[in-house]
């Protein structure tokens, strides 16, 4: 009996860890209280690494593709304080969540949707900058969603990317994580070649942590 009890016990905790990564992909009830507020608070310091790579301008509009909880909304809210700062996500808790979070600039400077990353519900070239967080993962067509990232930046605009594993050979990506893939820096960097972008630039941090910064080509017919 006690044999049996410790295999449930092991199985049911490999349940419960198994479900944290997939439940990034689209946060709902519980995980949107631990998820999401880990997102805002314990990557902090690498959200503001990624950050760090571009040279902000203070009127520059920006959208933020998969925003979480809403945390690196307010920090380009700061670098930006004369532009506009918008924010996308396919979960619905984590719309909400980012709602919340910035809520005394919401509808004013601060702009939240629920959409994805196929179909930006934008008109063409309405964006200086589109920033990334941990969110190609859960992107199931790289490809159509640079194209549609592309479409809605503006001429020269950037394009930054930043992810926390960038290593797809990594364990703690397991392959039955549904709906979930990690991408190579290289392979990224192929992708946004081929849909016209240019001045890619790789950075790293420790062993997987990546910030790839690109720009839109003013003269690509893409």
């Not at 998820?35 to 990557?43: A, E, G, M, T």
């Not at 506009?84 to 600039?105: C, T």
Request: aromatic share 12%.
């Amino acid at each position: 009996m006690h044999k049996q009890a410790l295999r449930y016990a092991s199985a049911m905790r490999k349940k419960f860890i198994d479900r944290i990564p997939q439940n990034t992909r689209k946060p709902e009830g519980f995980w949107r209280r631990t998820l999401l507020r880990s997102i805002n608070h314990d990557h902090a310091a690498w959200a503001r690494w990624g950050l760090s790579h571009l040279d902000w301008h203070h009127t520059w509009n920006v959208l933020d593709i998969g925003c979480g909880g809403g945390a690196n909304i307010a920090r380009m809210m700061s670098l930006c304080p004369k532009g506009l700062i918008y924010g996308i996500d396919a979960s619905e808790e984590s719309v909400d969540s980012s709602r919340k979070y910035n809520r005394p600039e919401l509808d004013k400077r601060c702009f939240i949707l629920q959409g994805t990353v196929d179909c930006l519900p934008f008109d063409v070239d309405t964006f200086d900058v589109i920033t990334a967080f941990e969110a190609l993962y859960s992107w199931p067509d790289l490809e159509k969603a640079f194209s549609e990232v592309y479409r809605v930046l503006k001429p020269n605009g950037y394009f930054m990317i930043c992810c926390e594993s960038s290593d797809p050979s990594n364990t703690f990506w397991p392959d039955h994580r549904e709906g979930l893939k990690v991408y190579p820096a290289d392979e990224i960097e192929v992708l946004l070649s081929k849909t016209g972008f240019i001045d890619i630039q790789i950075f790293k941090s420790g062993k997987e942590s990546i910030c790839i910064t690109a720009r839109e080509d003013n003269e690509s017919d893409f």
